[in-house]
T-cell receptor, first 116, second 115 residues
Framework: AQSVTQLGSHVSVSEGALVLLRCNYSSSVPPYLFWYVQYPNQGLQLLLKYTSAATLVKGINGFEAEFKKSETSFHLTKPSAHMSDAAEYFC??????????????FGKGTHLIIQP | ETGVTQSPTHLIKTRGQQVTLRCSSQSGHNTVSWYQQALGQGPQFIFQYYREEENGRGNFPPRFSGLQFPNYSSELNVNALELDDSALYLC??????????????FGPGTRLLVL
């Protein structure tokens, strides 16, 4: 069974500050891990995906995430926040690269607020 | 833009009615997955279709059913609607192939309100 915990339902940072969104996972097998972003009234956009090729994964829009097996974490970071980063962010886990028969298991999401 | 389209964008139904939601997958994709996203929650997996067959199912009752067509587009049908079925329904398409990486790309969703 898979599960995801996203710490902090809301995170507020100043424009230009570091963004850190936390994700811890539970998986009985080596996981695939994902970060998706959802802008208001839109679907989900893939930011990045961990496939075991490298522990530091670079995504779109300047985001990156580091897989730490010992901490069962996959935190999302961005060095300098931009107003356009304000959105809902979801971490997801799966035993298969494409979700497979069990689909992707999502966390409850973190709402990122950017202060001017 | 992912190339995944869904229709309609919004829908209002009454409790007990039936609804059909539609999804057109991204060109070249052969797999469609459906998710339910309640307000303030993360998406929950409903089921996945691969080559017109159900390939897996989440914890949803049988009144949630689906179809995949030869062109890989898909429908989600919900019978006997309940108030708790009010949610954003997301479709995701992907290319499933032996030994290949597979990534789900999501459509914009259909927002269903059950009164």
């Amino acid at each position: 069974a898979q599960s995801v915990t996203q710490l902090g339902s809301h995170v507020s940072v100043s424009e230009g500050a570091l963004v850190l969104l936390r994700c811890n996972y539970s998986s009985s097998v080596p996981p695939y891990l994902f970060w998706y972003v959802q802008y208001p009234n839109q679907g989900l956009q893939l930011l990045l995906k961990y496939t075991s090729a490298a522990t530091l994964v670079k995504g779109i829009n300047g985001f990156e995430a580091e897989f730490k097996k010992s901490e069962t974490s996959f935190h999302l970071t961005k060095p300098s926040a931009h107003m356009s980063d304000a959105a809902e962010y979801f971490c997801a886990v799966s035993p298969y690269s494409g979700g497979g028969a069990d689909g992707l298991t999502f966390g409850k999401g973190t709402h990122l607020i950017i202060q001017p | 833009e992912t190339g995944v389209t869904q229709s309609p964008t919004h829908l209002i139904k009454t409790r007990g009615q039936q609804v059909t939601l539609r999804c057109s997958s991204q060109s070249g994709h052969n797999t469609v997955s459906w998710y339910q996203q309640a307000l303030g929650q993360g998406p929950q997996f409903i089921f996945q279709y691969y080559r017109e067959e159900e390939n897996g199912r989440g914890n949803f009752p049988p009144r949630f059913s689906g179809l995949q067509f030869p062109n890989y587009s898909s429908e989600l049908n919900v019978n006997a609607l309940e108030l708790d079925d009010s949610a954003l329904y997301l479709c995701a398409s992907s290319l499933k192939r032996a030994g290949g990486d597979e990534t789900q790309y999501f459509g914009p969703g259909t927002r269903l309100l059950v009164l």
